[in-house]
């Protein structure tokens, strides 16, 4: 079946690292991927998203790209913030009627100022 | 103006009891799910009604049982609490064949069974 397979957390940075969580997957057909983020005590937001192979999903200066080849769809930030330390999901979405989605574990964020 | 509203945010309970969580979205979406998210922040999706109609049920203790009286509240209702019970509870809602999957979420529930 289709599955999410992210880095193992916890990542712990500096404020104005370098971001990169790992995610790859698995499916049968075209999925859609997403990047979630649960901020503390919250429920998970939307984060970025990818519907076709090259798509570039950026928001907040968070960007991930489509690979098809490769079926990755890494988190980058050039430069974090205290603000960003959250738990970040990868996901993804078969284009189904039942629009499920399919969850990586999860990865816990933490920066240090 | 909350999109995706639960409640109650907690829900402290002894095993044995029966409580109910209820969810409603104000988005005009078609389709409402139930995720559980345990203490390792895994989430497995439970359930998922389409029009009041249920077209996900993933493998759930029949103690859990969803009702959805409309399509804009989907209700969470367990039976017979058990410790691993204890979880974070999330509602969320989608559109229809929306053709890029993306869902909504609550703010969660967590629920402490003592």
């Known amino acids: 079946g289709d599955s999410v397979t992210q880095m193992e957390g916890p990542v712990t940075l500096s404020e104005e690292a370098f971001l990169t969580i790992n995610c790859t997957y698995t499916?049968?057909?075209?999925?859609?991927l997403f990047w979630y983020v649960q901020y503390p005590g919250e429920g998970l937001q939307l984060l970025l998203k990818?519907?076709?192979?090259?798509d570039k999903g950026s928001n907040k200066g968070f960007e991930a790209t489509y690979r098809k080849e490769t079926t990755s769809f890494h988190l980058e930030k050039g430069s974090v913030q205290v603000s960003d330390s959250a738990v970040y999901f990868c996901?993804?979405?078969?284009?189904?009627?039942?629009?499920?989605?399919?969850f990586g574990s999860g990865t816990r964020l933490s920066i240090r100022p | 103006d909350t999109a995706v509203s639960q409640t109650p945010k907690y829900l402290v309970t002894q095993m044995g009891n029966d409580k109910s969580i209820k969810c409603e979205q104000n988005l005009g979406h078609d389709t409402m799910y139930w995720y559980k998210q345990d203490s390792k922040k895994f989430l497995k999706i439970m359930f998922s009604?389409?029009?009041?109609?249920?077209?996900i049920n993933e493998t759930v203790p029949n103690r859990f049982s969803p009702k959805s009286p409309d399509k804009a509240h989907l209700n969470l209702h367990i039976n017979s609490l058990e410790l691993g019970d204890s979880a974070v509870y999330f509602c969320?809602?989608?559109?229809?064949?929306?053709?890029?999957?993306?869902?909504?979420f609550g703010p969660g529930t967590r629920l402490t069974v003592l």
């Open positions: 996901a993804l979405s078969e284009r189904s009627s039942a629009s499920k989605i399919i």
């Open positions: 990818a519907t076709k192979a090259d």
């Open positions: 499916a049968t057909g075209y999925p859609s």
């Open positions: 969320a809602s989608s559109p229809t064949g929306a053709p890029t999957g993306e869902q909504f």
């Open positions: 009604y389409n029009n009041k109609e249920l077209i």
